[in-house]
């Protein structure tokens, strides 16, 4: 028999942590608990006592151990075990904002997948975030549990894939703010585990707490929990029976404070008779605890074990062979047990306390503890291991074809184990080609590189090259770089020429879309000897490898600026930039036109979208024609994710070309329905940021909050670096540079000073500068651009080079008609946002030349070109009112009163300032549109700032002087004078570089009102 203590005893500061992580869980906060300690420590006790408390407490509960078996482990093992044991119950969670993960949801359980076309394999990050949202619904679904928020456990993580560490990793990293707990245990000697949740707890993501032995009292207070326990019930009120003695003492010190053997041991010197209750209840010592006892762990299981028959006894040690958990139908075919005798067997098992069943699903069972198995293992020879290790490696090949899931490398480990090494090689390979399949590329390397171990030199090849293509996908491109080298090039165990040339064009690829320039040329060039080997003419997926060079600006060694021409700021270095556009355009043509014909789809969709973004130089319907035959060959072959992409692009486009969204939202519904979860945010951010041109900021802001978290989780740099951008352009429209400069700042910390959307960031700057009336500054950000574009091929055209710098520049006299006609032969200067700039320019020159007519028709087009763009179109009539009042044409006064109208609406006081000096200097009527009493914050209404004292206090942020105010404002140096003295005293500030900072702090988001 088998006793257990009722209570945890010796762990009362362990419980409290679990106790606040459960009541932080209820406030909404998240946390991660981690219980280390050695085997039988009681670390499997405290999560079910966690989770005993979580279910009274009305969370939901998610349970999952990992489980290696025989083999390595299976991916997301413990994490799908912990999903189905909730939703084979109450069924997985309907919120509809799960829909775009389930593709990703699907790689961890297989059965969730929709019917039609495969998804294709999703990244581990991707996967995780669909793991954290998962949980998030669960959390907040209270038709299944009473109180929101969820406690997530994972036991054994020492024995966990790799994908379910990236997964905790992610989890740590991402619970603060959300309603769920998530509590892992692992082995103090746990290796990749054990240096994770030591990082997330240096990091103070994670609390670490690691369970150490009982002392001799503890151990003594357990004991005697678990014989009151197992004693007939006492009267009430009565004390439990004391412990004797000795059996303390022995207890003490044979168990070494570990509590399963603490439980082993009582339980054998019950079994052995030397431990018994007395006529009164009480525990009697009635032989020689020394000799009648079993002094190990091992002793006692094996003891134990020995008392069933001897087709019990087998199947428990085949069970062992098998690993911790295993399969009741697997464990029939390897004993040939008929039904009856296998239950009676199991049931002999189950009332040895040595297997208990195991999760889920119910044909599945499991050894009390890992010690159990490893006790059984250990009193086998190693003939008998073997043995069967090979029958159960035969058996579970019959009972599951094909070895889908965790049941390949499984059986890798039963032939290693049975001492066929080949055998098990073959079937790690396996395992490493179809978790790189299902987007497990963690476990794929571990899964190859074990099989890599085990294969001679000379046929290692094949594995080798399986490992480096999965090494690219995860990323790990310096192991990739090393490992490639070590290839032989010829003789035995070398790859033909053509499956070479192909690893080397796919390693080129790979390392210049990570901007590895020097390692993709090096790759790329030895691609190119290997392809002229085969003598099939170009190689397409070396030609556009080599385009995405040329643009980058390497000479022959790869290195950026190798070329010379990214030095350059003058005319030479825009030939220089355009010589290498066009030999881009060149190789990237070539490259579509031979994958076509050779039969390579995916490179030649790389081609094509290299293309249209180059050929927008010559005009949208070229650029457009290309990604429609990238569209229609990713249609054609199925590649999903290429034809969404194409998709994005072409709703980019679109909405340059008329303003319309319309196409860009029917790629994000295309990418929500298949789970891409990356180009499902780069659709998003480029909705978001089509809202600020189109003035429809709550819109704008409600996108990019969606994405800034997401691309910052999913550490999707490029997509995050133009939401951030996106946030920031939102905060020029609106005239608030204060929160566009700490939207910069973030940008920048995310690298985005070597970005190629660095002139969305000088863009933004011009436009904040218009709504401040700074009109010098404007065009110096536009220089700035204009500086930059010229050393870099840029695929940005509404920043300000192809209409507002025209613009600006025409009203300062810094161009004439020529230069302007320049500019409007650009295909960019027909877009939209551009075209009313452009058109506005134009006014300006002709209005100058006395063409009133002309000049009036071109404002009439600048108009009905920016109809979609309410802020561009009304800074544009600000512009060209001041032009039109100076030369004499036009209809200054409607231009500059509709522009007035909306600025002071959208509350920007500096331009809408500007609009009524110009009707004062027309002789227009100029009503007063001051801001009221209602529009300045409650607490400085509350110190008695006027309209005028507010907005002199708004110019006070970026610090300008008086006279810089007065110009703005359109009053005198010395009204301004007089205005920031009231302010000084009503403040309270002791001089005027306090009294801005208080300004900057008062008008932030979280300032005053």
Not at 126 to 155: N, W
Not at 392 to 401: F, L
Not at 566 to 578: I, K, R, S
Request: charged share 25%; aromatic share 4%; proline share 6%.
């Amino acid at each position: 028999m088998l006793v257990t203590s009722p209570v945890v005893v010796g762990r009362a500061e362990q419980l409290g942590l679990l106790d606040a992580g459960l009541a932080a869980v209820g406030a909404g906060r998240g946390r991660a608990v981690f219980l280390l300690g050695e085997a039988g420590i009681g670390k499997s006790r405290l999560a079910g006592e966690c989770a005993y408390r979580a279910v009274t407490g009305g969370l939901a509960v998610l349970r999952g151990r990992s489980g290696p078996g025989a083999g390595a482990a299976a991916p997301f093992r413990p994490i799908a075990e912990a999903l189905l044991s909730l939703f084979r119950v109450s069924g997985p969670p309907r919120a509809p904002e799960l829909v775009p993960y389930r593709s990703a949801l699907a790689g961890i359980l297989p059965e969730w997948r929709a019917g039609g076309t495969p998804a294709e394999p999703t990244s581990l990050i991707e996967t995780a975030e669909a793991v954290l949202r998962v949980l998030l619904a669960v959390a907040r679904d209270r038709e299944s549990h009473p109180r929101p928020g969820c406690l997530l456990i994972l036991e054994d993580l020492h024995d966990a894939d790799a994908e379910t560490l990236a997964v905790v990793e992610y989890l740590c990293g991402n619970l603060a703010d959300l309603p769920v707990f998530l509590l892992g245990t692992l082995r103090s000697e746990a290796g990749a585990a054990g240096t994770l949740v030591r990082e997330a707890a240096r990091s103070r993501c994670a609390d670490l707490t690691e369970l150490l032995p009982l002392s001799a009292e503890q151990v003594t207070a357990m004991a005697g929990a678990a014989l009151a326990a197992d004693a007939a019930r006492p009267l009430p009120g009565a004390d439990p029976p004391p412990l004797p003695g000795p059996v303390a003492e022995r207890l003490a010190r044979d168990a070494e404070g570990n509590p399963f053997v603490v439980e082993e041991l009582l339980s054998g010197m019950i079994t052995a008779g030397v431990l018994r209750r007395g006529p009164a209840g009480d525990w009697e010592v009635c032989g020689d605890l020394g000799i009648d006892v079993p002094r190990t762990v091992v002793h006692s299981v094996i003891r134990r074990a020995d008392r069933l028959s001897p087709a019990g006894r087998t199947l428990l040690d085949t069970a062992a062979v098998l690993g911790r958990r295993f399969p009741l139908s697997v464990l029939q075919r390897i004993t040939g047990l008929g039904d009856r005798d296998l239950l009676v067997h199991l049931r002999a098992g189950i009332d040895a306390q040595l297997i208990s069943s195991s999760g889920p699903v119910a044909d599945w069972y499991e050894f009390r503890h890992a010690l159990t198995a490893e006790a059984l293992l250990s009193g086998l020879l190693p003939t008998e291991r073997a043995a069967l290790a090979r029958r159960a490696a035969d058996a579970i090949e019959q009972a599951h074809p094909g070895l889908p899931g965790e049941w390949c490398p499984r059986v890798a480990g039963l032939r290693l184990t049975a001492g066929d090494p080949a055998a098990a090689a073959r079937r790690y390979a396996e395992a490493g080609e179809a978790a790189r399949r299902e987007g497990a590329v963690d476990s794929a390397v571990s899964f190859l590189e074990r099989a890599q171990e085990l294969l001679p030199a000379t046929e290692r090849a094949p594995v080798v090259e399986q490992l480096l293509y999965t090494l690219m996908e995860s990323g790990r491109l310096d192991r990739a770089l090393a490992l490639v080298d070590t290839l032989p090039v010829t003789g035995p165990g070398a790859l033909d020429t053509a499956r070479a040339a192909a690893l080397r064009a796919r390693l080129a690829w790979a390392t210049v879309t990570a901007a590895r320039y020097a390692d993709a040329a090096a790759q790329a060039h030895h691609a190119r000897r290997l392809f002229a080997r085969l003598g099939d003419g170009p190689a397409p997926a070396v030609d556009v490898v080599e385009a995405h060079l040329a643009l980058a600006d390497t000479g022959p060694s790869g290195e950026p600026g190798a070329g010379g021409a990214g030095t350059d700021t003058g005319a030479a270095g825009t030939e220089a930039g355009a010589d290498r556009a066009d030999r881009a355009e060149r190789l990237a043509r070539r490259a579509a036109e031979e994958a076509e014909r050779t039969g390579l789809p995916e490179v030649a969709c790389q081609a094509w979208q290299l293309l249209a973004m180059l050929e927008r130089r010559h005009g949208f319907d070229r650029a457009d024609a290309c990604l429609e035959r990238g569209l229609a060959l990713a249609t054609e072959h199925g590649l999903t994710t290429l034809q969404i992409d194409a998709l994005l692009r072409l709703g980019s486009n679109d909405f340059m070309r008329g303003g319309s969204s319309a196409l860009l939202e029917r790629a994000h519904r295309a990418a929500v329905d298949h789970g891409a979860l990356v180009l499902m945010h780069n659709a998003e951010a480029s909705l978001a940021m089509q809202a600020v041109l189109t003035g429809r900021y709550a819109a704008a802001r409600e996108l990019a909050d969606r994405c800034v978290l997401a691309t910052a989780r999913l550490r999707n740099t490029d997509n995050h670096q133009f939401v951030l951008l996106t946030r920031a352009t939102l905060a020029a429209h609106r005239g608030n540079r204060r929160e566009m400069e700490r939207e910069l700042a973030e940008f920048r910390r995310w690298d985005g000073d070597t970005s190629l959307q660095l002139p969305v960031l000088f863009g933004s700057r011009a436009v904040c500068a218009l709504l401040e009336e700074d009109h010098e500054q404007a065009l110096r950000e536009l220089d700035q651009s204009l500086v930059w574009e010229k050393r870099h091929p840029s695929v940005f055209y509404l920043n300000g080079r192809y209409g507002l710098r025209p613009l600006l520049r025409a009203l300062t006299g810094r161009a004439d008609p020529a230069e302007h006609a320049a500019v409007a032969a650009h295909p960019a200067a027909a877009l939209p946002w551009n075209r009313q700039f452009e058109r506005f320019a134009l006014a300006v020159h002709e209005g100058r030349a006395g063409h009133a007519l002309r000049a009036g028709g071109a404002v009439e087009q600048a108009v009905r070109a920016g109809g979609p763009f309410p802020m561009g179109r009304r800074i544009g009539l600000r512009l060209v009112a001041q032009a039109a009042l100076a030369d004499g044409w036009g209809d200054p006064v409607a231009w500059a009163r509709e522009a007035e109208e909306y600025f002071h609406e959208a509350s920007v006081p500096a331009v809408a300032g500007a609009c009524r000096e110009l009707l004062r200097r027309a002789g227009a009527t100029v009503r007063q549109r001051r801001r009221g009493a209602s529009g300045i914050p409650a607490a400085l209404r509350r110190i008695g700032l006027t309209p005028r004292e507010y907005e002199v206090f708004l110019l006070l942020v970026p610090r300008l002087g008086n006279k810089d105010i007065a110009e703005r404002l359109y009053i005198s140096a010395r009204t301004v004078e007089k205005h920031v003295a009231s302010l000084l005293a009503k403040t309270g500030s002791p001089h005027r570089s306090a009294l801005c900072d208080y300004a900057a702090e008062a008008t932030g988001p979280a300032g005053p009102g």
